[in-house]
């Protein structure tokens, strides 16, 4: 058992932000990462590689870092579980948390989605910088948003041939957008930046997935042109050969720990004030758990919750800061919000739920005959009950479900080995 002022789960931007503050403050601090390096997934760098200049402060703060380390679940609201990557049971307990867990691809069914080859974006990303590995040699990318740019400015660093670049958004969309990101000329910069370095990558403005073909593997992709719902429409496709297919339709922030904390949610995130307190007073949340909106969004609000979960007050300076990083979120996410169209992609045989195997026919004859929840879902088909315990099924099926609500959320929020939760259990009775 460790036990700090401060227990910080997750070590990137938001992670370390709220570590170097809180150790400022004059708390003692404890950082839990699953990964075996500080930097989240904007700073990852590759196995033996040195860390990110972004990620020094945290090793120079102070705080204890437990990496390779997983937290699988949480008691008496003070006690974070851990399970180190080897196996050996641990625990941290804090007088405040600061939940910093990041946010993972949002998921999107369509058919063939499940062929080797096919990809989140930040899947390709991943095996590039961590591993130097290439999804493929001729890669599609399909999505909406900036975080198709790098990942394709990535991919094509690395030597794959990026055959398009496919935008669900319109180009006269992006122009409305484009009086309120006039308050942010260093993010279009960015953008400016990453777009001359792909000037050789075909870009198609308001093309959406609608399937993937293969013997195997994907050998093919097929885009076509969506309406202002991102539907396809009809007659207007457009196929592409390819050996990896990578979609980049947004994120969805990680919640799992969270809701077992009892925190409230806010929609898609979990709600909390303007000092990044959530509705349980001792635990703060920062970064994309708290709204998905970038890294820059995400030092702030991990310096603002790291001082207040320390017992600090919070400079006016780094206030306005946060503001102004939140408008930007607010400026993407009306920009790049999905489209009902996405979910309407599926056909009868396309499987929605991979863990279990369950299709969209399965689903809606369970619909059909009264599964009127997620939860009844669950019961009638075993959607959301294998590893992934519904983080990539559950949003996907929520828009066949009349009144969806959410899986129901317990321990073990990942999964780790029995041996760690009969010593949870020997540890309580004792």
Request: aromatic share 4%; hydrophobic share 45%; charged share 20%.
């Amino acid at each position: 058992m460790i036990a700090v002022d401060v227990a910080v789960v997750g070590a990137g931007p938001a992670g370390i932000a709220a570590a170097v503050s809180a150790r400022e403050a004059g708390a003692s601090v404890a950082v839990v990462d699953r990964y075996p390096a500080v930097g989240g997934q904007i700073w990852k760098r590759a196995i033996g590689e040195p860390p990110a200049p972004e990620s020094l402060p945290l090793e120079n703060a102070g705080a204890q870092l437990l990496l390779d380390t997983a937290v699988w679940g949480v008691r008496d609201g003070h006690t974070l579980l851990t399970e180190r990557a080897d196996g050996t049971p641990g625990a941290v307990r804090a007088r405040a948390i600061v939940l910093a867990t990041g946010a993972h691809d949002r998921p999107v069914a369509f058919p063939g989605w499940t062929l080797p080859g096919v990809m989140t974006a930040g899947a390709a990303q991943t095996l590039v910088k961590a591993q130097r590995v290439l999804p493929g040699r001729k890669v599609l990318l399909a999505g909406a948003g900036p975080f198709l740019l790098p990942v394709a400015a990535a991919l094509t660093a690395a030597g794959a041939e990026v055959v398009a670049v496919a935008e669900a958004t319109r180009r006269r969309r992006w122009a409305g957008a484009g009086p309120r990101m006039l308050r942010h000329p260093r993010h279009l910069a960015e953008y400016a930046a990453y777009r001359a370095r792909l000037r050789a990558v075909p870009f198609l403005w308001g093309y959406v997935l609608v399937r993937a073909d293969g013997s195997g593997r994907v050998e093919r992709a097929t885009l076509a042109r969506a309406d202002a719902a991102w539907r396809p429409v009809p007659g207007s496709e457009r196929t592409f050969e390819v050996d990896a297919l990578c979609t980049a339709y947004g994120f969805l922030p990680a919640l799992e720990l969270g809701r077992a904390l009892g925190c409230e949610l806010d929609g898609d995130a979990l709600a909390h004030d303007a000092a990044m307190r959530t509705s349980v007073p001792h635990v703060f949340v920062a970064g994309e758990a708290a709204g998905v909106g970038g890294a820059q969004l995400a030092l702030t609000e991990g310096a603002v919750a790291g001082r207040q979960a320390a017992g600090a007050d919070v400079p006016a300076g780094l206030a306005r800061r946060r503001l102004r990083a939140a408008h930007f979120a607010r400026v993407l996410d009306d920009l790049f919000r999905p489209g009902p169209g996405l979910g309407e992609l599926p056909d009868p045989d396309t499987v929605l739920c991979r863990c279990e195997d369950v299709t969209a026919a399965a689903v809606d004859r369970a619909v059909a005959a009264g599964a009127g929840s997620l939860t009844a879902l669950k019961l009638a088909t075993r959607c959301g009950q294998g590893p992934c315990q519904g983080r990539m099924c559950e949003r996907i099926v929520a828009g066949r479900v009349p009144a969806a609500g959410r899986y129901s959320s317990r321990a073990p929020v990942r999964p780790v080995a029995v041996a760690t939760l009969i010593d949870d259990v020997t540890a309580t009775r004792s």
